[in-house]
């Protein structure tokens, strides 16, 4: 990876990181090690959802 791809994708990476840690600490307080990644997959999946049909939520 060049320098110019580096600094490119460098900001996205560290704001995914940052909006996983925002959603594992605000919102799963509990969370255990194993039932970590099915917390993250489902909170994944309803965002992508809602923000692409928001329109037919109640």
Known sequence: MSSE????WSPKIHLI????K???LG?????????LQDY???EFVY????RYR???LP
């Open 5 to 8: 791809q580096a600094k490119q």
């Open 27 to 35: 919102t799963f307080r509990g969370v255990s090690g194993p039932h």
């Open 22 to 24: 925002r959603l594992v």
């Open 40 to 42: 993250t997959d489902d």
């Open 54 to 56: 928001e329109a037919q």
């Open 47 to 50: 965002c992508f959802n809602r």
């Open 17 to 20: 990181i940052a909006n996983l």
